[in-house]
């Protein structure tokens, strides 16, 4: 009987700890990627290079976040499909949209412009 009690309480743990140097380094990188951001604008880049490095380093930084912080890195794959899935596809339809709308307002202009 002690035994089985012995056996049980070995293989119940209260928390997973991870270790320190896992969050520092995240935090380091944390920290370099918003330098890189911030020297984004500090070389006062412009147009399309502009915003595709802010929103690169702006999903990375979420990734990380995302990753360690929330600690979807140790989570079974399934509860990582369940949540990154549906966003990743959701990112894919604003996507498609923006580009329809960009045709939708390009064939108004020709549209109304021949009626002028």
């Known amino acids: 009987m002690a035994n089985a009690e012995a056996q049980a309480a070995k293989g119940h743990v209260e928390g997973q ?11 380091a990188w944390l920290f370099v ?12 880049l412009e147009g ?3 915003w595709t490095l802010i929103l690169t380093f702006m999903f990375m930084k979420a990734g990380l976040i995302i990753a360690v912080f929330m ?3 140790w989570e079974r794959l399934a509860l990582v499909y ?7 596809l959701l990112m894919v339809f604003i996507f498609l949209m923006t580009h329809e709308a960009d045709n939708t307002f390009l064939i108004r202009g020709l549209f109304f412009a021949a009626g002028t």
């Open 82 to 88: 369940a949540i990154g899935l549906p966003t990743i």
């Open 71 to 73: 600690h979807m890195w």
């Open 17 to 27: 700890q991870h270790p320190l140097g896992i969050y520092l380094k995240i935090w």
């Open 48 to 50: 399309y290079l502009r």
């Open 33 to 44: 990627l918003s330098t890189f951001s911030y020297l984004v604008d500090y070389f006062h």
